[in-house]
């Protein structure tokens, strides 16, 4: 289940289960969105990034969901593996502005 | 290989000290970044910088000033360290100030 506590919300799963995080965006004039992965002890990693013109773009064993009216992201993970252990971040950004980064969800798959 | 390359990965050091952390990328990027990451991995950003110009984070301190030799280099000079600046800082590049960036591993401050 997913909980929200004085640390990093947390979302746990078993193994093969899909996974869903969510994040919310603050920005209605973002024109990109970009999912990130961090392990423990290593800086964070692309994983799949969406335009605002799109509301769904799929890669492998990843689905980002796009929901401006209410300013939501989502990424989905199909069959979801140890491997996938990790923090997970969600930024946007527009035009030539940085990337502003969420606060992260932490994804613990258990075997 | 690395992309990008973060150095040292671990830095303890005493408060009031000065201290530099270096970042390379062989990307071809032309805009670098230094982030801070805290206890709750938040990740705020300090800086951005092309050969252009310096975006700074009006809430960083001036105690913290980016240095760029060249466009593959971005250090973090912080002076007169403080307790509340233990934090894992991490550099990234991207091309333009647009689209995925490309994280270093992060390097880890501690004050003491």
């Known amino acids: 289940g997913e909980s929200v506590g004085l640390h990093l919300p947390t979302l746990s799963v078993q193994e093969g289960d899909n996974s869903i995080i969510n994040c919310a965006y603050s920005?209605?004039?973002?024109?990109?969105f970009i999912w990130y992965k961090q392990e423990s002890g290593k800086g964070p990693q692309f994983i799949i990034d969406i335009r605002s013109n799109m509301d769904k773009r799929q890669g492998q064993r990843v689905t980002v969901l796009l929901n401006k009216t209410v300013k939501h992201l989502s990424l989905q993970i199909a069959a979801t593996q140890p491997g996938d252990s990790a923090v997970y971040f969600c930024a946007e950004g527009s035009g030539y502005s940085t990337l502003t980064f969420g606060k992260g969800t932490m994804l613990l798959v258990s075997p | 290989d690395t992309a990008v390359s973060q150095t040292p990965k671990y830095l303890v050091t005493q408060m009031g000290n000065d201290k530099s952390i270096k970042c390379e990328q062989n990307l071809g990027h032309d805009t670098m970044y230094w982030y801070k990451q805290d206890s709750k991995k938040f990740l705020k950003i300090m800086f951005s910088y092309n050969n252009k110009e310096l975006i700074i984070n009006e809430t960083v301190p001036n105690r913290f000033s980016p240095k760029s030799p060249d466009k593959a280099h971005l250090n973090l000079h912080i002076n007169s360290l403080e307790l509340g600046d233990s934090a894992v800082y991490f550099c990234a590049s991207s091309f333009d100030r647009g689209g995925g960036y490309t994280f270093g591993s992060g390097t880890r401050l501690t004050v003491v």
């Open positions: 920005n209605s004039a973002s024109d990109y």
